[in-house]
């Protein structure tokens, strides 16, 4: 049924993956589907703010986010379920929903808080994104 699970997180808060992992990974391997971690840097919003940023600061959050991810993959994905690590790069919702088109997925699995609780990756995001996905949007509370 699902061969692509999208599986967003924002590794500052340990919140967004906690409970969302584990549920990625049982439907992985009950469907024999292959997970896709995202985590999103967001991005200036205003090209004057980033001109205050060093001229490498969007390379080195990339790669740096790109090992982190990559090493939470490797500690909480186990070996035969098939996964790839994703940086994106913008707003957090559009960004989701994009990922999982680019990637062909067919599920995106996402966590969610109390709405009085501010995650950078949950609330007003996992709201668009159940909203506005093609996809069937599994959210984790």
């Known amino acids: 049924?699902?061969?692509?699970?999208?599986?967003?997180?924002?590794?500052g808060h340990k919140?967004?993956?906690e409970k969302a992992i584990p549920v990625a990974v049982a439907l992985a391997k009950q469907?024999?589907?292959?997970?896709?971690?995202?985590?999103?840097?967001?991005?200036?919003?205003?090209p004057v703010v980033g001109s205050y940023f060093p001229k490498d600061?969007?390379?080195?959050a990339r790669s740096s986010s790109e090992a982190e991810l990559n090493k939470l993959m490797a500690e909480h994905?186990?070996?035969?379920?098939?996964?790839?690590?994703h940086v994106g790069r913008g707003t957090i919702y559009k960004e989701i929903m994009t990922a999982a088109d680019?990637?062909?997925?067919?599920?995106?699995?996402?966590?969610?808080q109390r709405p009085e609780m501010?995650?950078?990756?949950?609330?007003?995001?996992?709201?668009?994104?159940?909203r506005h996905a093609s996809q069937s949007v599994f959210v984790v509370r």
């Open 57 to 60: 600061f969007e390379e080195k």
């Open 77 to 85: 994905i186990p070996g035969d379920i098939s996964a790839e690590a």
């Open 118 to 130: 501010s995650d950078y990756l949950l609330g007003p995001n996992a709201a668009r994104v159940v």
């Open 15 to 17: 919140s967004s993956w």
């Open 31 to 46: 469907q024999g589907a292959k997970i896709h971690l995202l985590t999103i840097i967001p991005d200036y919003g205003m």
């Open 102 to 112: 680019r990637q062909g997925c067919d599920l995106i699995v996402l966590a969610s």
């Open 1 to 11: 049924m699902y061969k692509s699970i999208l599986l967003p997180i924002d590794l």
